[in-house]
């Protein structure tokens, strides 16, 4: 028995003998679950985009549909699990039901990652009240900011806990039908993130490792034939594929920024994981991995240690060569913390107590809580979901100095590490230990929520309107959203996912796709006009490019998106790219404009207007070389011939621009015109 469980008190071990661990890891599980419910309800729409939306919209597709497509386009998507077990929500028509009803399921499923965590550390010969508290400790900590998430991490996160465990299983019982478990939850692993199909390739390389370590190899390769020639098999497949096809969202080409910085921000990635594990229990969980490796008391403790530490290497290397790697990506470590609470349960069941390497590592980390100030990595929060960096900015936003929250940080990091050390020296208190990382933890989950909940609550005001189903109220059946040049793309996501009667997206020339997944359609527009779309009314963001239809009109609008309904086929009459809603134009840009018919012949009308502000402002038509300048507080009325077949397109340039104040003093052109004259083309 671990040397916490037989320091516990007589009324403590009494109370063990009498409820049975099941019964405390349920209650575990439902206490966690409801906190983090709870704790999701700040959270009122999806905001982490393009992942929230594409989980979604793949799940809402295979639930009324039976197929995974994203608004209406086929999806090479492998991350499948979490669509799969998610879909049976979204028939829950309601959008706000079905998305509460899903953070429920991601709490409830994250919270199942103590179950894993409470068998590793028995299996690894920890006491019973010892890995009940790392079960806690896997339930409790910044990682379960993502539970309000419509991502892959809750899912993922158990999972991985799980496949850990069954690798201890399979290097202490080699059989086959280990070997069949923990291949089957490999490849569950790897269909929830795909960035986890590192965790079979770290688990054969800690099996050599261990192997080399015992000089029994070939013994090791006949035993697990089967794990390790299945993981050699998938790891040739999948380069195959990802060579030849690709992964459709995903990519494995790095893209590092550097040596130089690849190692500054490894430095800080590390940081930020013994900062969302409380500090208290590092030293001696980095303790406790290095005694597993360097002096093992069975082979699973060996596995455990060997496989900790290179999968959080390879964690970490992920994290400075895909994705962003210039910004500090918690994302990919919070599978790290549960494996440093366990890492502190086995330094604690050892009855040594020279506490040398645990004093050099909270020196370690307070020197560089000093050196480093989180106030020059904050911004990270802003780009991608953080916890920890959330909890700064929330600080930051009551303290109001970014040199004294970090210095709040640093001195928090400085104590805790400290005092973990101290409460590990003595026996009777190491248990207090975990139970200070778990307050510290907890408190940055807390705070993580609140500067969450705060720009969320943000996010929604800016893109949403009082009814976020505003479409599906004014469009009352399927309806096609025109992706314009320079429209917003999170307008467009928060759009499409409140509204599930926008069926299909196509774009029009020069337009980028609202999601890195798909591959929009382009919009085909014929010499009159006419606009392929495959449902109307048709939904058009206008933020940065003007259009006018010849036979429809608005039903509905909100900021810069307005809802047509045509009649008949949708026709357009101008469009106009780099023009702003109130009518400023941006240094260049192009027009395009249809006539009646497919043959123009008239002419053009442009009115340019030069702001007081301003001063004089010109704009040329490239493609006639026309030059119009209007003076200061005036509006210069010019017209250009249009003949031949349409449409009449011309790119512009236009300037000055000024600042003036806050505000951006550009050009102002009014919709162009056209105008019938036969006479015009003689």
């Not at 998610?86 to 039901?97: E, I, K, Q, R």
């Not at 009352?476 to 759009?495: I, W």
């Amino acid at each position: 028995m671990s040397a916490v469980s037989t320091t516990s008190a007589p009324v403590a071990r009494a109370v063990e003998r009498a409820i049975p661990a099941r019964l405390v890891l349920a209650a575990i599980v439902l206490v966690s679950t409801a906190a983090e419910t709870l704790l999701a309800r700040a959270r009122v729409t999806p905001a982490g985009f393009p992942d929230e939306y594409l989980y979604s919209a793949l799940a809402r597709s295979l639930a009324t549909t039976g197929r995974l497509r994203v608004h209406g386009v086929a999806a090479h998507f492998p991350a499948l699990l979490v669509p799969v077990l998610t879909a049976p929500v979204w028939l829950v028509h309601d959008v706000a039901t079905a998305y509460r009803l899903v953070q429920l399921e991601n709490a409830l499923v994250m919270s199942l990652a103590a179950l894993p965590a409470y068998f590793i550390a028995r299996r690894l010969g920890v006491g019973k009240s010892a890995a009940l508290a790392v079960a806690v400790f896997a339930d409790a900590g910044p990682q379960f900011r993502f539970v309000s998430l419509l991502q892959s991490e809750p899912f993922a996160y158990p999972l991985a806990l799980a496949f850990v465990a069954a690798a201890l299983v399979v290097v202490e019982r080699p059989s086959l039908r280990a070997q069949i478990v923990f291949l089957a939850l490999s490849g569950l692993v790897v269909l929830t993130r795909v960035q986890l199909a590192a965790l079979p390739l770290c688990a054969v390389v800690a099996l050599v490792l261990v192997a080399l370590r015992e000089r029994r190899l070939r013994a090791m390769l006949r035993e697990q034939w089967l794990l390790v020639g299945v993981v050699g098999a998938g790891l040739a497949a999948g380069l195959v594929v990802a060579f030849t096809r690709g992964f459709g969202f995903y990519h494995l080409k790095p893209a590092a920024a550097g040596a130089a910085t690849a190692l500054r921000l490894a430095s800080v990635d590390t940081y930020i994981v013994v900062l969302g594990a409380g500090v208290a229990i590092v030293p001696a969980a980095l303790v406790g991995l290095a005694l597993a490796i360097a002096r093992p008391r069975t082979r699973g403790e060996l596995m455990f240690g060997v496989l900790s530490v290179v999968t959080a290497g390879a964690l970490l290397l992920q994290s400075v060569l895909w994705g962003d790697v210039r910004l500090v990506q918690e994302r990919y470590l919070g599978y790290i913390l549960p494996l440093l609470g366990i890492g502190f349960a086995l330094r604690c069941s050892r009855t040594q107590r020279r506490l040398v390497p645990e004093i050099g590592v909270a020196a370690a980390i307070a020197a560089f809580a000093a050196l480093v100030p989180l106030s020059g990595y904050a911004i990270d929060a802003q780009h991608k979901e953080s916890p920890v960096l959330y909890a700064f900015d929330r600080l930051l936003i009551a303290w109001h100095s970014p040199s004294g929250t970090a210095g709040v940080f640093a001195l928090g990091a400085t104590v805790l590490a400290v005092a973990g050390v101290a409460l590990v020296a003595f026996r009777r208190t190491a248990t207090a230990a975990i139970g200070l990382s778990l307050a510290a933890a907890f408190v940055v989950l807390v705070a993580s929520v609140s500067y969450a909940g705060i720009t969320n609550r943000t996010a929604r005001d800016h893109y949403l309107p009082a009814d976020m189903r505003w479409v599906d109220h004014a469009a009352r059946g399927p309806a096609t959203m025109l992706v314009a040049p320079g429209a917003s793309r999170d307008m467009a996501l928060a759009t499409l996912f409140w509204n599930p009667s926008l069926l299909h997206v196509v774009r029009l020339l020069h337009a980028l796709p609202p999601d890195e997944l798909t591959t929009d359609p382009l919009a085909r527009v014929d010499a009159r006009g006419v606009v392929s779309v495959a449902a109307q009314p048709v939904l058009v963001d206008g933020s940065q490019t003007t259009l006018t239809f010849r036979n429809a009109s608005p039903v509905a609008h909100w900021q810069s998106e307005t809802l047509w309904r045509p009649h008949g086929a949708p026709r357009l009459s101008v469009e106009v790219i780099n023009r702003l809603p109130d009518g400023r134009v941006l240094p260049g840009g192009l027009v395009s404009v249809w006539g009646p018919s497919a043959k123009l012949t008239g002419w053009i009308e442009f009115r340019l207007h030069a702001p007081a502000a301003l001063g004089r402002a010109h704009l040329q038509l490239v493609a006639t070389g026309t030059r119009v300048t209007a003076p200061a507080g005036k509006t210069v009325v010019f017209r250009v011939r249009a003949c031949g077949t349409g449409p009449w397109q011309s790119m512009f340039k236009a300037g000055p621009l000024k600042i003036v104040g806050t505000h951006v003093a550009l050009p102002e052109l009014a919709v162009p015109r056209y105008v019938a004259d036969p006479a015009a083309c003689g």
